[in-house]
């Protein structure tokens, strides 16, 4: 049997494979959408976009890391988790409904009042899907979440795509979002065989929410302020420029944040039994950090690179002018690994409390550089989003080095030839395509050919034990 730091990189690869097909079935979705909708459409989505990610965090309240992180979870837990999400679901929906009006008299835009109504329906369906989720994740058995969300993704994308062309606007994104948590709560109910009982544990419900209630906290002010910038954004310029930063946003979501993920739901639930040996706890993160950084940093630089082409190739002109929105997040995006792996420390060590207020500290701090930011219009948001991550590494890594001795040198030493490498490389291509003379598809390829040849030629030359560690990795697919 594989040591848990193998079982857990393997993981992150069934995983990053899921979130691959999903993810790149919805880049292809939504580029199709874009084509056939406009900005202001998902200008619409974006002004709901916090109130329904708010909703999804209350209707989970932490009940699912509580229930992963549980050592010997019973099942009364699971029955127990089970009802109070669908409960809270109930909550969640119920606010939402009474919230509408006064969220679309905030914006101005009478049409949301419906949009989120219909929209937030779509939280009660993900109630059933959360147990189902957390005992899958528990079991490191992400093979069976890719059957369940790609066709899921395929199928909403399809319906989604075939509305928009029959002209139904905004409300095809809307059908989209309903239709994906439909199926895949229906192929998950399908392909895992848990099925819930009539137990109810209220010592349970107790002790996974004196966990969960933090995280749920902490995931509030999360979402809060990872949605700020679009909430301002359409309040204080149009939901046109929305529209365009939040297709922005959501495709650098739909790449990054596929490697991002991968990390947070295998490393918790796989770490999570290594939290009583330190030692190993930190050994293992660094295999995961060093193997994650290796594919993370080049696929952000590539992509921050080859933004103009890319969008010029894919988009109508209407959408042209987000490639610099696009180039911008991805910079601010490049040190998301280092956040999420030392945040998933403290989760795994049950430090919740440690957990909120490092967010608390962190929000204020947003807070402060939007301020800041926003006097200087869209692309000083932009630019605090990338100041706002540089700083808020600091305190993130305080308390890794902290409860894990995982200093500033040793992550700088685990990540730096991968960083320098794709920094270099990617300022290569951005300044050879500035003066690009053979065509935006041709120099797509090419570059992105090059930049891989050379990438891994260089990683080999400089550090060949880092490539042997990740081939290690990538050629073990049993656990």
């Known amino acids: 049997m594989l040591r848990i730091s193998n079982r857990t990189v393997i993981g992150v690869i069934w995983n990053f494979l899921e979130q691959l097909a999903r993810r790149g079935m ?4 939504t580029i199709i959408l874009a084509k056939l909708l406009t900005p202001e459409d998902f200008g619409l989505i974006s002004m709901m976009a916090i109130f329904l990610a708010l909703g999804q965090s209350l209707m989970d309240s932490g009940f699912t890391q509580a229930l992963i992180r549980k050592k010997n979870a019973k099942e009364e837990d699971y029955n127990t988790a089970f009802y109070s999400n669908i409960g809270l679901g109930v909550v969640s ?36 899907q959360v147990v189902q989720i957390a005992d899958l994740s528990r079991k490191l058995d992400f093979k069976t979440q890719l059957k369940a969300t790609f066709p899921a993704v395929l199928l909403s994308g399809v319906i989604a795509v075939l509305l928009a062309k029959e002209g139904f606007g905004v409300w095809a994104l809307v059908i989209q979002m309903l239709m994906a948590a439909l199926f895949q709560t229906l192929f998950l109910w399908i392909l895992n065989k848990w ?29 809060v302020f990872k949605n700020i910038y679009v909430v301002i954004i359409a309040k204080v310029f149009s939901a046109h420029t929305a529209g365009l930063y939040f297709f922005a946003e959501r495709m650098k979501e739909l790449i990054t944040g596929q490697i991002i993920n991968s990390i947070q739901k295998v490393s918790y639930p796989a770490l999570s039994k290594q939290q009583d040996d330190l030692v190993k706890l930190k050994s293992d993160y660094r295999k995961v950090i060093r193997v994650t950084v290796f594919a993370y940093f080049p696929s952000v630089a590539i992509l921050a690179a080859l933004a103009k082409p890319l969008y010029t190739l894919m988009l109508p002109e209407k959408w042209h002018h987000a490639h610099f929105y696009f180039q911008l997040l991805c910079i601010a995006a490049l040190l998301l690994p280092l956040h999420s792996i030392n945040l998933n420390i403290l989760r795994v060590l049950g430090r919740s409390d440690l957990l909120l207020g490092l967010q608390i ?16 219009g869209i692309l000083g948001v932009l630019w605090a989003q990338i100041i706002n991550s540089v700083i808020s590494y600091y305190p993130n890594k305080y308390y890794s080095e902290k409860l894990i001795d995982y200093t500033l040198m040793e992550q700088w030493r685990d990540i730096k030839l991968p960083f320098s490498l794709s920094l ?10 500035s003066n690009n003379v053979i065509g935006d598809a041709a120099y797509v390829v090419f570059s992105s050919i090059s930049f891989v040849i050379l990438y891994i030629s260089l990683s080999t030359l400089m550090d060949p034990k880092l490539l042997a560690t990740v081939k290690y990795f990538f050629n073990k697919r049993k656990s």
């Open 361 to 376: 500290f962190k929000k204020a701090l947003l807070a402060l550089t939007l301020w800041i930011g926003i006097r200087f």
């Open 195 to 223: 099925l819930p009982g009539l137990s109810f544990s209220f010592t349970s419900l107790k002790e996974m929410y004196s966990f969960g209630y933090k995280l749920f906290l902490s995931g509030a002010l999360e979402t």
């Open 26 to 29: 919805g880049i292809i979705i």
């Open 93 to 128: 929906y119920a606010l939402l409904y009474i919230c509408a009006p006064a969220i679309s008299a905030f914006y101005n835009e009478p049409n949301l009042e419906i949009l989120i109504r219909v929209s937030s329906i779509a939280i009660l369906i993900n109630s059933f």
């Open 424 to 433: 270099f490389l990617g300022l290569l291509v951005f300044y050879i395509g």
